[in-house]
T-cell receptor, first 113, second 112 residues
Framework: KAGVTQTPRYLIKTRGQQVTLSCSPI?????VSWYQQTPGQGLQFLFE???????NKGNFPGRFSGRQFSNSRSEMNVSTLELGDSALYLC????????????FGPGTRLTVT | TQLLEQSPQFLSIQEGENLTVYCNSS?????LQWYRQEPGEGPVLLVT?????EVKKLKRLTFQFGDARKDSSLHITAAQPGDTGLYLC????????????FGTGTRLKVLA
């Protein structure tokens, strides 16, 4: 089975711009979660989508949003970028059955200048 | 706020040494996962523990879930340079809004 894929892998944006990141989960996985990873804050949960519905949301401002499509692919959008949004953004997919095991993609490295 | 505290934060050891990483919380978890992450990549799932007191072995790695399901440990026997990486515990709490949380991480470096 193909793993979780994320595009793009690297991105450089300017303050005030917006960005859209994409994630394709493992085939058959209906849950997709997004995380932000920074050296100072570690891995922080952004939100989870399951069958096109947002199931859980972390403590991030409304500039961070996401959606999931009928094929389980997900996108994350960040509007009005700030320098502090520079981070590795990780997507993880899961079947959400039994113990909650997640399989991560390689991440998108976002740099805001 | 639910937290998963890991200790130590950093560990640098010689090849062949043993080590233990701890993951502690005041919350009860329905399950705990351990992941290893290498620079520039996403975390890779190593193991899931579900039952209090459970012990799982993965080659030289031994994982234990506390009896009360509030803590876990990872023991590595005869560490090798290939074990180098960031080790993260994570779990789905039985209470709270943000159910799945990651530990603070342990950065391990094994020197040849």
């Amino acid at each position: 089975k193909a793993g979780v894929t994320q595009t793009p892998r690297y991105l450089i944006k300017t303050r005030g711009q917006q960005v859209t990141l994409s994630c394709s989960p493992i085939s058959g996985h209906r849950s997709v979660s997004w995380y932000q990873q920074t050296p100072g804050q570690g891995l922080q949960f952004l939100f989870e989508y399951f069958s096109e519905t947002q199931r859980n949301k972390g403590n991030f401002p409304g500039r961070f949003s996401g959606r999931q499509f009928s094929n389980s692919r997900s996108e994350m959008n960040v509007s009005t970028l700030e320098l502090g949004d520079s981070a590795l953004y990780l997507c993880a997919s899961s079947t959400r059955t039994g113990a909650y095991e997640q399989y991560f993609g390689p991440g998108t490295r976002l740099t805001v200048t | 706020t639910q937290l998963l505290e890991q200790s130590p934060q950093f560990l640098s050891i010689q090849e062949g040494e043993n080590l233990t990483v701890y993951c502690n919380s005041s919350s009860v978890f329905s399950s705990l996962q351990w992941y290893r992450q290498e620079p520039g990549e996403g975390p890779v799932l190593l193991v899931t523990v579900v039952t209090g007191g459970e012990v799982k072995k993965l080659k030289r790695l031994t994982f234990q879930f506390g009896d009360a399901r509030k803590d876990s440990s990872l023991h590595i026997t005869a560490a090798q340079p290939g074990d180098t990486g960031l080790y993260l515990c994570a779990g789905e709490s039985t209470s709270g809004t943000y159910k799945y949380i990651f530990g603070t991480g342990t950065r391990l470096k094994v020197l040849a």
